[in-house]
């Protein structure tokens, strides 16, 4: 059974600093990766989704990394500001066309002014 | 703007009260999902549809069923609300090349 992993739970950092963000997951046999992000009492919003053969994918300050051998991925912010404080989930669509997504419990960022 | 609508963002309900979660989406989107989200569990899928009519049971369905008659609609459904039903709904939907699902802003349910 498919299961992701976030650590750290809670981050909280100045703003201006780089940061990473962890996700390690248990099966390899995945068909791609993805990164959301969640404000308080919303939905999730896609910020990035790498496919099983790409090994990152680059949108503005972020850039998710996937290393599918060693089951883990991570997303990179550059610069960080406080309107990246948010929780940051990540989820893994199984190989086999399966429609399910596996996510992961989050990591809640907090960026400090 | 193409976006996922879930029709009642607060809810409260009595115990044993039947309970209807809606869902719509603009977006001709052949998969829908709902998913339950609770502090510690993280996202637990309930049920999805891949066409209309066609569904298929998540991880946690017990307690639910779902009612798709229409491409664009996806309902959730709690024949008899309970207390541990208390939580927070999200839909999503998402077009059948596997791309990422797009979620709505959830429906926050309190049973009393």
């Known amino acids: 059974k498919q299961e992701v992993t976030q650590i750290p739970a809670a981050l909280s950092v100045p703003e201006g600093e780089n940061l990473v963000l962890n996700c390690s997951f248990t099966?390899?046999?995945?068909?791609?990766l993805q990164w959301f992000r969640q404000d308080p009492g919303k939905g999730l919003t896609s910020l990035l989704l790498?496919?099983?053969?790409?090994r990152e994918q680059t949108s503005g300050r972020l850039n998710a990394s996937l290393d599918k051998s060693s089951g883990r991925s991570t997303l990179y912010i550059a610069a960080s500001q406080p309107g990246d404080s948010a929780t940051y989930l990540c989820a893994v669509r199984r190989w086999g066309g399966s429609e399910k997504l596996v996510f992961g419990k989050g990591t809640k960022l907090t960026v400090n002014p | 703007d193409v976006k996922v609508t879930q029709s009642s963002r607060y809810l409260v309900k009595r115990t044993g009260e039947k309970v209807f979660l809606e869902c719509v989406q603009d977006?001709?989107?052949?998969?829908m999902f709902w998913y339950r989200q609770d502090p510690g569990l993280g996202l637990r899928l309930i049920y999805f549809s891949y066409d209309v009519k066609m569904k298929e049971k998540g991880d946690i369905p017990e307690g639910y069923s779902v009612s798709r008659e229409k491409k664009e609609r996806f309902s959730l459904i709690l024949e008899s609300a309970s207390t541990n039903q208390t939580s927070m709904y999200l839909c999503?939907?998402?077009?059948?090349?596997?791309?990422?699902?797009?979620f709505g802003e959830g429906s926050r349910l309190t049973v009393l």
């Open positions: 977006m001709d989107h052949e998969n």
């Open positions: 999503a939907s998402s077009p059948l090349a596997l791309g990422p699902p797009l």
């Open positions: 790498i496919q099983s053969s790409q």
């Open positions: 099966d390899s046999a995945i068909y791609n």
